[in-house]
């Protein structure tokens, strides 16, 4: 069965400096992999997704992932944070099988805390 | 807008009590699913569906039920037989037999046992 691990359950930094939120899968079939956000008491807004092509996939307020299939990772960088990027991040797959469910596995979300 | 709409936002339910929480989507997906949030756990799926009238349980379907009578509507009940319903809960949708397998989401609903 798939499976999701991020590697950080919580991950400080000081505003303007750059992060990265680690993300590994289990499988080795073709799967889809996304990042999303959540705000607190919020649902969750995708940031970013790899269906296929270029293993660099750039997302929305700046984030950016690359894929690695040998290493089966997909982490989520940012170059310099701010304060309204303090959240939890989540990583999720999605199996390409021919059942087609569109379920996502989810990891277990990393919070990112911004200092100023 | 489209989009997906839970209610209510809060919710608390007594020992015992079935409590029924809404998910409406007017975004034409024909697929719906309820995940729960637990802090440190991620989201783990409750029930999906993929067409009106059929649904399939998740990893942790015990001690709920849903309906998909209409493409719009995917009711979740947390029934009494949930022996630890205080969680967070969210509902999402997405577009089905597409290589577009994102998913939306609801604002969630956080369900209290008092």
């Known amino acids: 069965a798939q499976s999701v691990t991020q590697l950080d359950s919580q991950v400080p930094v000081f505003e303007e400096a750059p992060v990265e939120l680690r993300c590994n899968y289990s499988?080795?079939?073709?799967?889809?992999l996304f990042w999303y956000v959540q705000y607190p008491n919020q649902g969750l807004q995708l940031l970013l997704k790899?269906?296929?092509?270029?293993?660099l996939v750039k997302g929305i307020n700046g984030f950016e992932a690359e894929f690695n299939k040998s290493q089966t990772s997909f982490h989520l960088r940012k170059p310099s944070v701010h304060i309204s990027d303090t959240a939890e991040y989540f990583c999720?797959?999605?199996?390409?099988?021919?059942?087609?469910?569109?379920?996502?596995?989810f990891g277990q979300g990393t919070t990112l805390q911004v200092k100023p | 807008d489209g989009g997906i709409t839970q209610s209510p936002k809060y919710l608390f339910r007594k020992e015992g009590q079935n409590v029924t929480l809404s998910c409406e989507q007017n975004?034409?997906?024909?697929?719906m699913y309820w995940y729960r949030q637990d802090p440190g756990q991620g989201l783990r799926l409750i029930y999906y569906?993929?067409?009106?009238?059929?649904?399939q349980k998740g990893d942790i379907a015990e001690g709920y039920s849903v309906s998909r009578e209409k493409k719009e509507s995917f009711p979740l009940t947390v029934t009494s037989a949930q022996k630890n319903p205080t969680a967070f809960y969210l509902c999402?949708?997405?577009?089905?037999?597409?290589?577009?397998?994102?998913?939306?989401f609801g604002q969630g609903t956080r369900l209290t046992v008092v």
């Open positions: 999402a949708s997405s577009l089905q037999g597409s290589m577009n397998t994102e998913a939306f």
């Open positions: 999720a797959v999605s199996d390409r099988g021919s059942s087609n469910t569109g379920k996502l596995i």
């Open positions: 569906s993929q067409i009106v009238n059929d649904f």
């Open positions: 790899y269906l296929s092509g270029s293993t």
């Open positions: 499988s080795s079939v073709s799967v889809y």
């Open positions: 975004l034409n997906h024909d697929a």
